[in-house]
């Protein structure tokens, strides 16, 4: 659930110039779909906050706030925006002074906005808080958000990557890469395989395996690529054989109908699928379950995570009251009543917080397995010019899997072109 958007080009002088424009298109828009009341005003005693998620979460969102807000006297309103023009949606905000206090983003956002000056930095604003919550943040969320020692959101959830099976059919997952290829071979002598529901030819993809394999998309220091390594061949190499000799195919296939017909008895995809399975699937219930990704040559099983984050405006006329806000909800009481709420929207959004899964209602099976992958998972890259770089990592994926180019050659152009996209 993690949304990379590309082509973020332009600095906020331009950005200035063309927000006349969105702001009225999204007025005009506004008249056509769900009402969307205004942002608060300069000195209003509101604080406005904006998810992008659904109604459902909105809603249980907006009566926490009610709650908490009601001594303090100021009013709250949590108003949904939706995934597609999100990103738009903010830039456009930021251009025309016309921010929410609170945002809540997808995990590579608040680098972007804070880089505009658009968000509070919040390791500057509340260092000791914020030192206080890390302890309580999966490591691999955390790696997402801080660069340079500036952090601009902690996580409000995850989504995280995990293996499918058909126990019926496969009696043990598999726990290594070998593993995998011998059971991927064993299933394509039966017309059988496995299907990438989240992560198909794309970065996502390749993501774990690179980690696996002991290498990242850039160095420690964010500085420079680390595409160009012998740990992303062998990844890639890897990655790319699922195509071209493991029978996992090309094209999207979506894992409830891949497991429920039996034909992909193994798949790689998001925990959000556990609720889809079950609406979806229901005749094969009991005859699936989950597990953590296969082990690679450096002993890791590292998936990739993505979810959203949440920060504060630096326009906002209430920061304080808005962290102490933004940390009500990262309690784990709260965050357990926000992961009913996403399920009840079918989002299936996990908590940031590990403590709040002491008391996550959820079946102790997928429990165990969910938080164990957390543990062992990466979000993408807290490296600004990363969601531009994207695009050049997954056309080198295609080249190999689709036109065999020559694995190395490809890693290398990518890795050049991500070198120059990269910010300060």
């Known amino acids: 659930m993690d949304n990379s958007w590309q082509n973020r080009e332009g600095d906020i002088k331009s950005l200035k110039f063309i927000a006349v424009f969105f702001i009225s298109t999204l007025v005009l828009l506004a008249g056509c779909g769900k009402k969307q009341a ?13 998810l992008v998620g659904s109604e459902i979460q909105a809603k249980a969102i907006q009566t926490l706030g009610d709650g908490f807000f009601k001594d303090t006297g100021l009013t709250f309103r949590c108003e949904a925006i939706s995934w597609g023009d999100a990103h738009t949606r903010y830039l456009t905000s930021i251009a025309g002074d016309v921010v929410p206090d609170i945002g809540t983003m997808g995990l590579t956002w608040g680098e972007e906005f804070g880089s505009l000056g658009a968000i509070v930095d919040l390791a500057e604003e509340f260092p000791r808080d914020l ?31 995990i293996m499918f099976y058909r126990n019926d059919i496969i009696a043990k997952p ?29 970065w996502i993809g390749l993501a774990p395996y690179l980690w696996q394999a002991g290498g990242d998309f850039y160095n420690p220091e964010g500085n420079k690529s680390a595409l160009d390594s012998e740990a992303a061949v062998n990844a890639l190499k890897f990655f790319s054989r699922f195509y071209t000799e493991l029978g996992v195919p090309k094209t999207q296939i979506p894992l409830e109908q891949g497991m429920r017909t039996g034909d992909f008895p193994l798949a790689i995809s998001g925990n959000w699928k556990i609720d889809s399975l079950h609406l979806y699937a229901p005749e094969i219930e009991g005859k699936w379950s989950i597990a953590l990704l296969p082990e690679g040559p450096v002993n890791k099983r590292t998936a990739f995570l993505g979810g959203r984050v949440i920060g ?37 959004y996990l908590p940031s917080n590990i403590t709040a899964w002491d008391t996550l209602p959820m079946e102790s099976e997928f429990k165990g397995v969910l938080k164990a992958q957390a543990l062992d998972a990466k979000g993408p890259p807290g490296v600004l010019g990363w969601d531009e770089s994207t695009r050049f990592i997954e056309e080198a994926i295609q ?26």
């Open 38 to 50: 205004p942002p608060a005003k300069s000195g209003s005693q509101e604080v406005l906050m904006w």
């Open 131 to 161: 030192g206080l919550l890390k302890e309580k943040i999966f490591p691999g969320l955390w790696s997402s958000l801080e660069h340079k020692g500036k952090v601009y959101g902690i996580p409000l959830d995850l989504s995280v990557q």
């Open 399 to 424: 080249r190999v899997v689709l036109q065999q180019a020559d694995i190395k050659k490809e890693l290398s152009r990518a890795a050049v072109e991500m070198n120059k996209n990269i910010r300060d």
């Open 312 to 348: 504060i405006f630096n326009k906002s006329k209430h920061k304080k009251e808005a962290w102490e806000f933004i940390k009500f909800l990262f309690q784990p009481q709260t965050q357990v009543k926000l992961y009913e709420a996403a399920r009840s929207a079918q989002d299936s």
């Open 174 to 202: 598999p726990r290594t890469w070998q593993e995998l290829e011998d059971k991927l071979l064993s299933l394509k002598k039966e017309n059988k395989g496995m299907l990438f529901d989240w992560g198909s030819m794309s």
